[in-house]
Structures are given as structure tokens and as C-alpha cells.
């Protein structure tokens, strides 16, 4: 286990479409994060799982965005009808459950997967 | 969420001098902090982070400083060699999130010129 592994790192694909990443976190991290990252702007919070219970979604997961994390390993993250406005970098990131007071979360990132809505 | 603000946007130093990178937090409860480095067309790396029991943290000629009563944190390089050139963010836990997810500033190109 080298990292966070991502599947595809790019796609390309025609408006209307339906695409699904997928991300394989560190194998003893129980947290897995998906953000997603638009040219010059820093990594926006889409949603995270503990295990397989998905705990946060943001108000940018639209219902066209669906996560899941069946086993509580690794995740999925499907678009449905695709939007030239959904093109970007979706990054996977993973950590281990918070055990210590100060409540620190280190996040360790995918390459992740460029996604192009043409 | 959190909100976090992150400058300058670019930032372009010679080889050798020193670059500052500030970020400013909403949260009062927030308690950790952390700084990524992003190289063209790779993932975003930790380089060095800081809890809010202590005000500075070295790494080398990497080092973070924590205000906590101005709810101000900055990233220090010294000595910049050409291959800190690269994209640098910063970030918070968000409240929404029971502080478990991170949300990040918008990012500070840094260019060290040789």
C-alpha cells in the first residue's frame, strides 16, 4: 500500500453523461474525503465518510453527485448528466480516525482525476 | 464552514531570500492547521502543520506561526531555493464537519526566481 490510489486520472467525456471515479485510501485510514479543485483555486470539501457511514455532504454535491463507500474501503463518486461546470480535479484524500486531543486530521491526497465535459 | 483567507495570490522572490504566506481563520475553536504544497500536475503534499497549543513550529527553513487571538497562522520559507517554487494553501478544520474535514485557502503561487 504506496497511498492513495485514483481510477481514472483523466476522463473525457460528452455533456449528459454519467461518469464514476474511484478511490482506494491508505488501507488503515478509516476517513476518506472527496474535494473537488478547479484551475487556481484550492481544494473544495464535497464530502467525507468514517468507515462506510457518510457523515458531511456540502451544499456543492448537487443531486446530480453521488458517494458511496460500500465496505468502508474504498469509495466511488458518480456524476450523473454531466455539465460543462463540472470539469475539474477530483481529489480523494484519506486519514485516520482522530484520537488525540488537539483533534488533528492529517489528509493524505490521491493524484486524483481530471474529469473534461466537452 | 470555515472560512479562510489565504495571501498574497503570487508571490515572486530571488533565490535565497525569505517568502511569508498568511492565512487568516473564522473559527475561534479551530485547533489545527495545516499547510500543503502543490506542484504542477501533482496532489497536494503536507509540508508542516501546527496544533493550537503551540505558536511556532521548524522544519528545517519551513516554519508555521500560530496567533490565536488574532486568528491569524503564516507559513515561513527561508533560504528559497527554485524548487520551493509551486503552489502553497492552507487550512482549518470546518465546524460543519465536527472539525474532521479540512477546508482550504485559495492558494499562493510562489516563484523563486534563480
Known amino acids: 500500500d504506496t497511498g492513495v490510489s485514483q481510477d481514472p486520472r483523466h476522463k473525457i467525456t460528452k455533456r449528459g453523461q454519467n461518469v464514476t471515479f474511484r478511490c482506494d485510501p491508505i488501507?488503515?485510514?478509516?476517513?476518506l474525503y472527496w474535494y473537488r479543485q478547479t484551475l487556481g483555486q484550492g481544494p473544495e470539501f464535497l464530502t467525507y465518510?468514517?468507515?462506510?457511514?457518510?457523515?458531511?455532504k456540502s451544499r456543492l454535491l448537487s443531486d446530480r453527485f453521488s458517494a458511496e463507500r460500500p465496505k468502508g474501503s474504498f469509495s466511488t463518486l458518480e456524476i450523473q448528466r454531466t455539465e460543462q461546470g463540472d470539469s475539474a480535479m477530483y481529489l480523494c484524500?484519506?486519514?485516520?480516525?482522530?484520537?488525540?486531543?488537539?483533534?488533528?486530521?492529517?489528509?493524505?491526497f490521491g493524484a486524483g482525476s481530471r474529469l473534461t465535459v466537452l | 464552514g470555515e472560512n479562510v483567507e489565504q495571501h498574497p495570490s503570487t508571490l515572486s522572490v530571488q533565490e535565497g531570500d525569505s517568502a511569508v504566506i498568511k492565512c487568516t481563520y473564522s473559527?475561534?475553536?479551530?485547533?489545527?492547521f495545516p499547510w500543503y504544497k502543490q506542484e504542477l500536475g501533482k496532489r497536494p503534499q503536507l509540508i508542516i502543520d501546527?496544533?493550537?497549543?503551540?505558536g511556532e513550529k521548524k522544519d528545517q527553513r519551513i516554519a508555521v506561526t500560530l496567533n490565536k487571538t488574532a486568528k491569524h497562522f503564516s507559513l515561513h520559507i527561508t533560504e528559497t531555493q527554485p524548487e520551493d517554487s509551486a503552489v502553497y494553501f492552507c487550512?482549518?478544520?470546518?465546524?460543519?464537519?465536527?472539525?474532521?474535514?479540512?477546508?482550504f485557502g485559495s492558494g499562493t503561487r510562489l516563484q523563486v526566481q534563480p
Open positions: 465518510f468514517q468507515n462506510e457511514a457518510q457523515l458531511e
Open positions: 473559527d475561534s475553536a479551530s485547533n489545527y
Open positions: 484524500a484519506s486519514s485516520l480516525k482522530w484520537d488525540r486531543p488537539s483533534g488533528a486530521n492529517v489528509l493524505t
Open positions: 501546527i496544533r493550537s497549543n503551540v
Open positions: 487550512a482549518a478544520p470546518r465546524v460543519d464537519t465536527g472539525r474532521r474535514a479540512l477546508t
Open positions: 488501507s488503515e485510514h478509516n476517513r
